[in-house]
């Protein structure tokens, strides 16, 4: 079994800044892709940020310049660092990583369980 786990979600004026974390664990063998994904009220799931397990990134073009995606490969850990946010930003944010899992053939797309962002005006 795996699990992710996110935190640091929260409430924050406009211009301000918030830090997230997702650590996976359980029976891991290795973890390829991390992202983070939002969805605001009455909308689609949308990409944020996703990074490799070698480091490379990409981004949506409305948080290009403000937010930064980083992992600790050695703790299965993926952050998003969030500055000058905006009050479009507000939405739940979800974790997601690529993750081999011990026993199970193949790769699996697992989902943390999302964590609330709400940035005020």
């Known amino acids: 079994q795996v699990q992710l786990v996110e935190s640091g979600g929260g409430l924050v004026q406009a211009g301000g800044s918030l830090r997230l974390s997702c650590a996976a664990s359980?029976?891991?063998?290795?973890?390829?892709?991390m992202g983070w994904y939002r969805q605001a009220p009455g909308k689609q799931r949308e990409l944020v940020a996703t990074?490799?397990?070698?480091?490379?990134?990409n981004y949506a073009d409305s948080v290009k310049g403000r937010f930064t995606i980083s992992r600790d490969n050695a703790k299965n850990t993926v952050y998003l660092q969030m500055n000058s946010l905006k009050p479009e930003d507000t939405a739940v944010y979800y974790c997601?990583?690529?993750?081999?899992?011990?026993?199970?053939?193949?790769?699996?797309?697992?989902w943390g369980q999302g964590t609330q962002v709400t940035v005020s005006s």
């Open positions: 997601n990583a690529q993750i081999f899992v011990v026993g199970y053939w193949g790769i699996r797309d697992c």
């Open positions: 359980g029976t891991i063998s290795s973890v390829n892709a």
């Open positions: 990074i490799t397990s070698g480091g490379s990134t």
